[in-house]
């Protein structure tokens, strides 16, 4: 591609770089300079103005930009995203409907490397999406781009995006309780806000005392394609009480504890196949915990096993929760009292 600043006489058929004021509006960049574009250009005082002149063998940034969108997502329906139209070189991708996005992140890292002008951003791995949320955009930055930059780009980046959309039907929420004190709402409700986002509906809420024995015997009942336990004490060990009710129940623990706070006390685990998470007390805050991760992972048919838990770490410290009874921050140290100096004459 050629760019540069060039006589008036010697720009039509060019694109024009940068917007350019004019008595009666302006000429906006991107254009493709025409005669009468040249004559106000003139009429205003310009002699020059900076164009883009595409070459043989190059593209236009639209053209490469739906291009290299279709090749990352060549069947938008089986991918669940939504291919949307292109304009001044950018094309975004957005979700079809509720779920997780699929990125094969070392494709995109490769791509981004062909050439400067060739972009793809995307939002996290396994990020979920509400119906519409922006996947990804594609932008070309030049005006033009070489064709075997873009031809390389799309083989580098097919198929490279796709959501995965909710399998679970239904869930069932099983939250024990110590005494007779009401229990409240809340974790029922929270529950319930946090499968709605993924078009899962809670089929059932079971209230069963805080005992090995009546739990067990509530998860052996259940049927459902997900059961969330929700303990009224905090599970603090693979032996305390839920994960010791799921194995009694002839389940068996996956993986407790998660580098991810907070969400550190979830426990994941599986009942003739069904999927059992035991929910960290966090859970009753509708803000993002370690459990959001799991449980979004296991409604969208990702498999997550204990090595995937433990990789959370990095990225793991999440903002911190007004109602988490020990706060990260401690209280601020009381300063040092002020101590009053004097000026010691120096010796001659």
């Known amino acids: 591609m050629i760019f540069g600043a060039v006589p008036l006489d010697q720009a039509e058929g060019a694109i024009l770089a940068h917007s350019e004021p004019l008595p009666g509006g302006r000429l906006r960049k991107g254009k493709v300079l025409d005669g009468a574009d040249l004559r106000a250009l003139a009429d205003a005082g310009h002699a020059m103005v900076t164009v883009a002149r595409l070459e043989p063998g190059d593209m236009d940034e639209d053209t490469a930009a739906l291009a290299l969108a279709r090749a990352l997502v060549p069947d938008p329906a089986a991918a669940n995203l939504s291919v949307q139209a292109v ?8 979700a079809a ?5 699929r990125i094969d992140a070392d494709a995109i890292a490769r791509l981004n490397t062909i050439d400067p002008a060739i972009t793809v951003a995307t939002v996290p791995p396994l990020h979920r999406m509400d119906a519409g ?7 070309i930055i030049a005006y033009g781009v070489a064709v075997s930059a873009v031809q390389a780009a799309c083989a580098t980046g097919a198929n490279a995006l796709s959501l995965s959309r909710p399998t679970v039907t239904g869930a069932v929420l099983i939250e024990t309780q110590v005494g007779a004190a009401p229990l409240g709402d809340k974790g029922r409700r929270v529950t319930a806000e946090r499968l709605a986002r993924l078009d899962v509906p809670l089929t059932d809420h079971i209230l069963v005392p805080h005992d090995e024995a009546p739990l067990a015997q509530a ?3 259940a049927e459902t394609g997900l059961i969330l336990i929700l303990t009224a004490s905090a599970t603090s060990d693979i ?16 993986h407790f504890g998660m580098p991810v706070d907070p969400g550190n006390l979830l426990f994941l685990g599986t009942l003739c196949s069904t999927p059992v998470i035991g929910l960290p007390g966090c859970a009753r805050s509708p803000a993002l915990n370690g459990a959001d991760w799991v449980l979004e992972r296991i409604v969208c048919g990702v498999p997550v096993t204990a090595a995937d838990i433990m990789a959370m770490g990095v990225g793991g410290l999440l903002k911190e929760i007004p109602s988490r009874p020990r706060p990260r921050q401690s209280p601020a140290l009381p300063t040092s009292p002020k101590v009053a100096y004097r000026r010691v004459p120096s010796r001659a």
Do not use: H, Q
Request: glycine share 18%; no cysteine.
């Open 219 to 221: 998860l052996g009942a």
């Open 97 to 101: 409907a509720p779920g997780l996005v």
């Open 239 to 254: 032996r305390d009480t839920a994960p010791a009710a799921l194995v009694r129940a002839g389940g068996r623990v996956e």
């Open 133 to 139: 949320g922006m996947v990804a955009t594609v932008k």
């Open 87 to 94: 304009g001044t070189g950018r094309v975004n991708i957005t």
